[in-house]
């Protein structure tokens, strides 16, 4: 494995997410199949593929809090990834911000179907696709150029919202929720951000409009 490979898959966070996945997937793998567990699965994937975009946009881009532990969190969230985009240990969501969501998601799938079963189901699906949101983005700011050309085009949108304005192209993983609420635009139609690199300054234009 090179290292560019182990310094994802051996990542704490990356890492205890991978071992939580296997022992839960086991589980569900091990129950007599159902359809059902198929479209509790793919009901994960699609939640956290809007989650994406929603939580990126309008939480971690939040402006400043006043309170200090409010703007301390979202610091470690998001606002140092803007400043310093390529440091691994601000790459990664952190385990205690993304295990209080998975319970959180899991424990209302239950409440909602009373069957562990389908909980499990829709868990893996999950975190599979947090996996996928991880990787994707350990992509866009490493070295290593994507196979796909929809791979390439994620990768170049993703740095955009990084180095040229911050209230754009939101999504990591995939363009829906850009599309949705447009904020998907292209490039030579959007002004450079003066604060695309320091999300803690004041805002000097208005926010795009939701579509």
């Known amino acids: 494995m090179s290292n560019i490979y182990r310094r994802f898959f051996l990542f704490p966070d990356i890492l205890i997410m991978l071992v939580l996945l296997i022992a839960i997937s086991s589980y569900v793998f091990a129950q007599p199949f159902h359809w059902s567990i198929l479209l509790f699965f793919c009901l994960g994937l ?15 881009h939040l402006p400043p809090p006043k309170n200090a532990l409010g703007r301390k969190l979202l610091k470690r969230l998001h606002y140092d990834h803007h400043a310093h985009p390529n440091e691994l240990h601000l790459l990664f969501l952190p385990v205690w911000y993304s295990l209080p969501n998975l319970s959180f998601f899991a424990a209302l ?9 389908s909980t499990a189901a829709a868990a893996s699906g999950l975190i599979v696709m947090l996996l996928v ?3 994707k983005h350990y992509v866009a700011h490493v070295p290593l150029k994507p196979r796909t050309r929809f791979g390439k085009w994620m990768k170049k949108t993703h740095l955009l919202h990084h ?12 363009p829906v929720g850009d599309w949705l609420f447009g904020t998907l635009k292209d490039e030579k139609t959007v002004a450079s951000s003066q604060t695309a690199r320091n999300l803690e300054k004041n805002r000097e234009y208005e926010k795009p409009p939701i579509s």
């Open 46 to 60: 699609i939640i956290f593929s809007f989650s994406e975009y929603l939580i990126h946009r309008f939480l971690f």
């Open 163 to 174: 180095f040229k304005n911050e209230h754009y192209w939101f999504g990591v993983s995939n």
């Open 133 to 135: 949101y991880e990787w």
């Open 109 to 117: 799938t239950y409440l909602l179907t009373q069957s562990v079963v």
